[in-house]
């Protein structure tokens, strides 16, 4: 029955994490799972998570609704596109709850195929989160990559971003990291998430955001919500918007998201809803509840939306002060290379600019664990053992 079924490697990331509890060595780093760890090198439980799973002990086993828990879909769609919204005032959002980010991903993925007869392609920006192609190129899309960023510079490349929407089909779907660009820590400025938004518009183009880092970007959840709000509520431009509560709430493996569309009538949103129903229906029937109850305890709250709100500058300040304490050891080691970057990028990434040899050899002799491409997650660097990876990096790029 098997003969033809070919063995396929392990996803890296995973494996890199795998790898990485398996060293005994008690230096070891682990710069490589986007995962937020405290100062301690340790997981963090939000205070805000402990509070709201308390008040959800009582809740019982049953199934969700196949679009998931009503109030949760309901107060994370204010949340993403702001409350005072008009595209759900005149009820043109269609919405389902979804398996965190991944699951939204795909949800948009099939919706979208089934609405454009699969025709369109779909744009990914290079580099990208590793599994965006995956999700795509699985549903069966075909999936072409535009240069988001220059590697000489550290910066974005925006002629090439403009020039890929000018010159892409109309109907084309663009995958747009909402916020804080994984693996490059670039994002677009207001004034070019504005230029972006213009030309989507004027090429009829489908702007679908991928926002896995709502709130622990910038620490301030409106802030990083700019480009979506701008597209949908300025522009009133269609699109669809995946979040994922893994980062800015921690809850990782409760694999909690939401997908939402933005249509151009209430009865396209009942349509589109119906269709994510039916969608989920038959590929897992209903959503798990714990993650869903959680989420909607804190939106529900204002209190505890305000602790969430600390909790959220809490990892978003200990992350740019990581960055800062990396970069000013580099320059007081005198690591040769232009370091810059590691302040100027923003979110939990950062790429290094280093050779596959180089981040080999930090596995190998220093115990430190990166992405094959010397993309860091600064969430894994702490007091502790930040001095000693940038000695590493120092001794490394020397050799
Ligand atoms: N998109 C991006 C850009 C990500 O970095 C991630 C997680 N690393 C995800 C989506 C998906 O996250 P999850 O499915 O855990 O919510």
Redesign the pocket.
């Known amino acids: 029955f098997f003969t033809q079924v070919p063995r396929i490697p392990p996803d890296a ?1 995973f494996d890199l994490t795998k790898k990485f509890l398996g060293d005994p060595d008690p230096r070891k780093v682990n710069l490589g ?2 995962t937020y760890k405290d100062e301690n090198g340790a997981p963090w439980i939000l205070p805000v998570v402990k509070a709201a799973k308390d008040k959800t002990q009582d809740a019982n086993h049953e199934y969700l609704p196949i679009l998931g828990l009503a109030t949760f879909r309901k107060l994370a769609t204010e949340l993403v596109l702001g409350k005072d919204a008009s595209a759900i005032a005149l009820q043109r959002v269609a919405s389902s709850q979804a ?7 795909h949800l948009a993925g099939e919706m979208l195929f089934r609405a454009l007869g699969g025709e369109a392609p779909v744009y990914i920006t290079k580099p ?2 590793s ?2 192609r995956q999700v795509f190129a699985t549903i069966g899309f075909e999936v072409h990559d535009f240069k988001w960023y220059d590697d000489n510079t550290g910066q974005i490349d925006f002629e090439s971003i403009t020039n890929t929407l000018r010159n892409a089909p109309p109907r084309s779907i663009f995958v747009f ?1 909402a916020s ?4 490059s820590g670039c994002d677009p400025s207001e004034e070019q998430w504005r230029s972006i938004a213009r030309i989507v518009q004027e090429r009829g183009l489908f702007p679908l955001f ?4 709502l709130g622990i970007t910038s620490g301030d959840y409106d802030r990083d919500a700019f480009a979506i709000r701008h597209f949908i509520n300025e522009c009133g431009l269609q699109a669809a918007v ?1 979040s ?4 800015n709430m921690g809850l ?1 493996g409760e ?3 939401l997908v939402t569309f933005v249509t151009q009538s209430s009865d396209e949103a009942m349509a589109v809803e119906s269709t994510l129903e039916q969608i989920t229906r038959g590929e897992i029937s209903n959503p798990p509840a714990f993650g869903a109850r959680i989420v909607s305890a804190v939106l529900e709250d204002e209190s505890l939306r305000a602790e969430w709100a600390r909790n959220l500058s809490t990892m978003s300040t200990r992350i740019a002060d990581m960055r800062k304490d990396l970069f000013n050891a580099l320059i007081k080691l005198h690591a040769p290379g232009d370091w810059r970057r590691v302040v100027e990028q923003r979110g ?2 950062c790429i290094l600019g280093l050779s596959l040899e180089q981040v080999l050899h930090l596995r190998e002799k220093y115990h430190i664990y990166m992405a094959d491409t010397s993309r860091i997650s600064i969430a894994g660097l702490n007091p502790s053992n930040v001095w000693y990876t940038a000695e590493a990096i120092t001794k490394t790029v020397q050799d």
């Open positions: 990331i799972q986007g398996l965190s980010g991944t699951g939204a991903l990208t989160w599994n965006h990291h804080a660009h994984n693996p991928d926002a896995a880092y995946c994922s509560f893994a980062k990782y694999r909690i998201g939990m990434f």
